[in-house]
Each structure stands twice: as structure tokens, then as C-alpha cells.
């Protein structure tokens, strides 16, 4: 800070003792004046320093009648100093807890000079509104059916009061029926009327938000999703999440906790968080976007069984995992991938995506996608197919997981090292395994083993991928299920013209979704779209830790 001009310094009086405070551009901080310290009550020690940074700053405003609070805890000292510090400002900032909370919390400084007061909110406001990144209108969805039915309650009463405090104007609308977010978006919705969306809800709600922009944003520049190598254009207006559902995976993981009062503040502040998001074709048709888990097998099954369980709630979900468990299926089919580049990492380095990530400020420019895509277009069809892996086999479960997916539960995740923005997805195999091994995977979500570290588990980083299961096409002549794939293989090279008949069909999850089709194409379109976020704080894990 000593390198810093400083807009503005005061001496004032806060807590029973005077302060030094001071503006800088950055940062806002105060200390206690070692002379008044030696009178004060000992509660501080002399000369203590507290620091705010100006872009976490929620708002400042003139304080009103906390003299008469005051005066009752504190009578005869308040009112001596009331008396001689009639004026007061109180600014509101950003207070890290334990397990990435944020909460806003109030500094109030007092001084004698009405117009001390006044220059010091008018300075300190002028700063904040450098902060072009922050949204001044929000168009807010509530979902009042999700989770347990929470999501205008915990709007009105934990979200609203902090939007408001940093005098953001909100449009709100409470949902009716299912797509109604995503319809209104992608139809009747003035975008440019509008600095972000924020969403109520869980996982599902924010589906129907990410559906409705990024359609739109598509049908306004023109771009076919049909077609599954069409260069999206990126949203520009950044989705906030405020958690109010059953799962709220996407939350958590780009935030590191499911508490609305955090989300708000993030939203506040102006955070942006870029995010991949992968899109999903049947046949040369758009099926759905997905941001984190595309299941098949095992979590599609748990999924498919739920649905019939809805009047449980969300316990559905550990009713229909148990017996899917108990289940023990196994499907047939063959997956090609495309895989990532070297410099995006692998599944198992342990380097888990944090705010500031290196791997995920990598990013291809537009221009060099669309040379890529072209470049694809003009190689021959066995020169791109060379650049695929392929592999068949029996499978529990196929999981592509375009982020950590951790959760409460989870705390790791399904993938703990997938990145938010690096342009790849994480697709995990489980081939066909004893159910006391596929338990042992399971427990290993729970704790920090490596859930990867099976015979029967594979996982790959890869850009592109696609499944076929085998009833739908030629199918191998030997099981090649257990022994290891070999890159080089050619799918047409050890298939025979017949169709397993026997081999059920499960249901792909996508995102908590049921999809129609099971031969799909996954296509991962790099940084989409843009939260309220930053992704979770490496300094907050410490701090636990501590």
C-alpha cells in the first residue's frame, strides 16, 4: 500500500477509540492511533491494522440513528462521544469465514465535521462505481417448487436485503411450470435491459437458464445447434446461482459451499467465473447442454428410478442409488474420444481447479477454433479418425464430468482434478467389476483415496467423445472387456454383422435430465458461459485447515 496514492485520509473514531483511516485505490484500511489505544479499554491491542479491498466493498452509506443502539449498551461514553462525533458513514464489505462463507459485514466510523462525512461516501462511492464488472440490473428466476419448496423464502429474506444494500435493481419472476425460465429467455426476455440472470434453485433450475440464454445468444448470431461442430458464439451476460434445490453440484463447485448470503455477495462484487459447457447431438440433432455430469449406466439408472419416486423428495435419490447398487447392471457398447491437449493436464495430477487457475486461463482464441474446425472439415475421414481412441466393452458406467462435480457428500467429486474453463471433460469408464469392487469405487468418492486407482477404471481428457451402444450397430467377435484398449484399433476391424439382442439399454443422465437417445455425440465448447463466481479460494482451504 505504501506504493499507492492516497485518495483520502481522516482521523475518525470507531469502537471507543480513534482510528487512522486511509483510501487508497485498492484497498480501504483503518488503524488505531497508538495514543488513544493507551486509554482504550484493552480489548484491541495498540496499533491494530485492518484492511478491505476496494472491489469487496458492498456499498457506503451515511449511517443513520445507531447512536440511540449505541447509547444504550454504552451510555455515558457514547453520549460524550456523540457529542463530539455527531457525523457517521458505515461501510459494508466482504467477511470470509470458515468453509468459503462470506458474509457482509459493517464498519462504522464516526467524525466531527458533517462535511468530512459526506466527502468520505462521495470518494468512496466514486471508487466503487470504477468497478465496471459490477451488474446494477439483475433479472432474477425463483423456482417456489424445487429442493424443499424454500426457493422464494430464502430470495426474499437472505438474497433481496443484500442486493439491495448495494443498490442493484432486481426484476423478478417466480416460475409456474417447468421450461418456464428457459422459454421466457429464449423468447420474450430483453437481454439488453439486463447486466446478468441469476437463478433460484437447484441444478435443474439453472439447467432451464443455461438452455434459454445460450439458445437465444445463438438464435440471435444466427448459429445452427444442429449442427455438433458449429462454433457457438459465448454469452456475454453472467448467470448467478443462488442455491435453493436438492443438488446444487454446480454451486458448490464453482464457489466451494451452497449458501445463498455467499452466492449474493459473489453476484454483488461482480465475480466472473468462465465455464465450459458441452453440448450433446443424436444424428446430426441437439439434444441438450450439460456443465457436469453426463451418467450412463449407473447414474443414469439412479436417475430413470427416481422419477418414480418423486413424492420421497430428495431422499429419492438414496432410495433409487441403493437399489440400482443392488442392481449390479452392466451395459455393452463402444466409446471413441478425442483426446485434450498435453497442456490442459490429466485426470490424475492432482491439480485441482482453484480461483486464479492456470490450466483454465488457457484458451484458444475464436479465430484459431474456427481454423481448427476447418482444417478438420478439409482431412480425410481415415486421417480425423486416426486421432480417435476407441474402445468397447462392458460397462457399469460411463461418466463424463465436465467439473469436479463434488458436492456435501462428495467433497472430492467424481473427477477432483476436472477444470471449470480449460476446453476438455473428464470421461470416466467403469467396466463390468464385481459389486464389492464397484462399491469400493463408490466409498472412494466419500474420502481422499484415489477412486481411480482400479483395474476395472479408466479416465481420459478428452474434447470430444461419442457412444454407440452395441445393439444399435456391429458388435466385436471377442469380449474385449478385460484386457487393456489399444489406440491404434480400427472399430470396423473385429466386428461381425450380427446384434446383441440381450444387451439392455440404459439412459443417459445430463445433469440430472433423462435423455431420449443413448447413441450420442459430446462436443465440449470451451468458456460458454460465465457465473457470479470465482471459483474456490486456495487461501479458504488453508484457513480451514488451520
Known amino acids: 500500500m505504501e506504493n499507492q496514492a492516497t485518495i483520502i485520509v481522516s482521523e475518525l473514531f470507531q469502537k471507543h477509540r480513534n482510528v487512522e483511516v486511509v483510501l487508497y485505490p485498492d484497498v480501504l484500511a483503518w488503524k488505531e492511533i497508538e495514543k488513544s489505544s493507551k486509554r482504550s479499554s484493552g480489548t484491541s491491542e495498540p496499533g491494530q491494522s485492518h484492511t478491505v479491498k476496494v472491489c469487496e466493498i458492498v456499498a457506503v452509506h451515511k449511517t443513520e440513528d445507531e447512536t440511540d443502539a449505541q447509547t444504550r449498551k454504552h451510555p455515558k461514553r457514547i453520549k460524550q462521544h456523540s457529542q463530539q462525533y455527531p457525523h457517521a458513514f458505515t461501510v459494508s464489505y466482504v467477511r470470509r469465514t470458515r468453509q468459503h462463507l462470506w458474509r457482509c459485514s459493517d464498519v462504522t466510523f464516526h467524525c466531527a465535521d458533517q462535511q468530512i462525512c459526506e466527502q468520505w461516501i462521495q470518494v468512496t462511492n466514486?471508487?466503487?462505481?470504477?468497478?465496471?464488472?459490477?451488474?446494477?440490473?439483475?433479472?432474477?428466476?425463483?423456482?417456489?417448487?424445487?429442493?424443499?419448496?424454500?426457493?422464494?423464502?430464502?430470495?426474499?429474506?437472505?438474497?433481496?436485503?443484500?442486493?439491495?444494500?448495494?443498490?442493484?435493481?432486481?426484476?423478478?419472476?417466480?416460475?409456474e411450470r417447468a421450461n418456464h425460465a428457459r422459454d421466457h429467455l429464449k423468447t420474450e426476455a430483453n437481454l439488453d435491459d439486463y447486466d446478468g440472470v441469476v437463478c433460484v434453485g437447484g441444478d435443474g433450475m439453472f439447467s432451464e437458464i443455461l438452455h434459454g440464454l445460450v439458445t437465444r445468444i445463438q438464435t440471435d448470431h444466427d448459429v445452427d445447434q444442429n449442427q455438433p461442430d458449429a462454433e457457438l458464439v459465448p454469452c456475454s451476460l453472467r448467470i448467478g446461482i443462488i442455491p435453493a434445490g436438492s443438488t446444487d453440484c454446480i454451486c458448490f463447485a464453482t464457489v466451494g459451499t451452497n449458501d445463498p448470503v455467499t452466492s449474493a455477495l459473489h453476484i454483488v462484487v461482480g465475480d466472473s467465473q468462465p465455464m465450459d459447457v458441452c453440448s450433446v447431438h443424436h444424428n446430426g440433432v441437439f439434444l441438450k447442454y450439460s456443465v457436469s455430469l453426463?451418467?450412463?449406466?449407473?447414474?443414469?439408472?439412479?436417475?430413470?428410478?427416481?422419477?418414480?419416486?418423486?413424492?420421497?423428495?430428495?431422499?429419492?435419490?438414496?432410495?433409487?442409488?441403493?437399489?440400482?447398487?443392488?442392481?449390479?447392471?452392466?451395459?455393452?457398447?463402444?466409446?471413441?474420444?478425442?483426446?485434450?491437449?498435453?497442456?490442459?493436464?490429466?485426470?490424475?495430477?492432482?491439480?485441482?481447479?482453484?480461483?486464479?487457475?492456470?490450466?483454465?486461463?488457457?484458451?484458444?482464441?475464436?479465430?484459431?477454433?474456427?481454423?481448427?474446425?476447418?482444417?478438420?472439415?478439409?482431412?480425410?475421414?481415415?486421417?480425423?479418425?486416426?486421432?480417435?481412441?476407441?474402445?468397447?466393452?462392458?460397462?457399469?458406467?460411463?461418466?463424463?464430468?465436465?467439473?469436479?462435480?463434488?458436492?456435501?457428500?462428495?467433497?472430492?467429486?467424481?473427477?477432483?482434478?476436472?477444470?471449470?474453463?480449460?476446453?476438455?471433460?473428464?470421461?470416466?469408464?467403469?467396466?463390468?467389476?464385481?459389486?464389492?469392487?464397484?462399491?469400493?469405487?463408490?466409498?472412494?468418492?466419500?474420502?481422499?483415496?484415489?477412486?481411480?486407482?482400479?483395474?476395472?477404471?479408466?479416465?481420459?481428457?478428452?474434447?470430444?467423445?461419442?457412444?454407440?451402444?452395441?445393439?444399435?450397430?456391429?458388435?466385436?467377435?471377442?469380449?474385449?472387456?478385460?484386457?487393456?484398449?489399444?489406440?491404434?484399433?480400427?472399430?470396423?476391424?473385429?466386428?461381425q454383422e450380427t446384434y446383441d439382442n440381450s444387451t439392455a439399454e440404459s439412459s443417459w443422465n445430463c445433469d440430472g435430465e433423462i435423455l431420449h437417445h443413448t447413441a450420442i455425440q459430446v462436443s465440449v465448447q470451451c468458456q460458454l458461459i460465465r457465473l457470479f463466481a470465482r471459483g474456490i479460494e486456495e487461501q479458504q482451504d488453508a484457513e480451514v485447515a488451520v
Not at 128 to 154: A, E, Q
Not at 332 to 358: E, I, M, W, Y
Not at 370 to 384: F, G, M, Q, T
Request: charged share 25%; hydrophobic share 30%; aromatic share 10%.
Open 126 to 175: 466514486e471508487q466503487l462505481s470504477l468497478l465496471t464488472n459490477r451488474p446494477k440490473n439483475l433479472l432474477v428466476y425463483i423456482n417456489p417448487y424445487g429442493g424443499k419448496r424454500r426457493g422464494k423464502r430464502i430470495y426474499e429474506q437472505k438474497v433481496a436485503p443484500v442486493f439491495r444494500r448495494a443498490g442493484i435493481f432486481t426484476d423478478v419472476i417466480v416460475t
Open 294 to 495: 453426463l451418467g450412463y449406466g449407473f447414474y443414469g439408472d439412479v436417475l430413470t428410478d427416481s422419477e418414480r419416486n418423486r413424492w420421497l423428495g430428495p431422499a429419492r435419490y438414496d432410495l433409487s442409488g441403493f437399489k440400482t447398487f443392488l442392481s449390479h447392471n452392466h451395459y455393452s457398447g463402444t466409446v471413441s474420444f478425442l483426446p485434450a491437449d498435453d497442456n490442459v493436464g490429466n485426470p490424475r495430477d492432482k491439480l485441482q481447479c482453484r480461483s486464479g487457475c492456470r490450466i483454465c486461463q488457457h484458451k484458444h482464441s475464436s479465430k484459431d477454433e474456427h481454423n481448427e474446425v476447418s482444417e478438420e472439415k478439409e482431412k480425410p475421414a481415415e486421417d480425423s479418425d486416426r486421432d480417435w481412441n476407441v474402445i468397447h466393452g462392458k460397462f457399469i458406467a460411463i461418466n463424463s464430468a465436465n467439473m469436479s462435480c463434488a458436492c456435501p457428500r462428495s467433497p472430492k467429486g467424481l473427477s477432483p482434478s476436472a477444470h471449470l474453463a480449460d476446453g476438455s471433460t473428464d470421461l470416466i469408464l467403469v467396466r463390468k467389476c464385481s459389486r464389492l469392487d464397484f462399491f469400493r469405487h463408490l466409498l472412494r468418492h466419500t474420502n481422499n483415496d484415489d477412486q481411480f486407482d482400479h483395474w476395472f477404471v479408466e479416465v481420459h481428457r478428452v474434447r470430444k467423445f461419442r457412444f454407440q451402444p452395441w445393439h444399435h450397430e456391429l458388435i466385436p467377435l471377442e469380449d474385449p472387456s478385460e484386457r487393456p484398449e489399444n489406440p491404434d484399433l480400427n472399430p470396423a476391424s473385429s466386428l
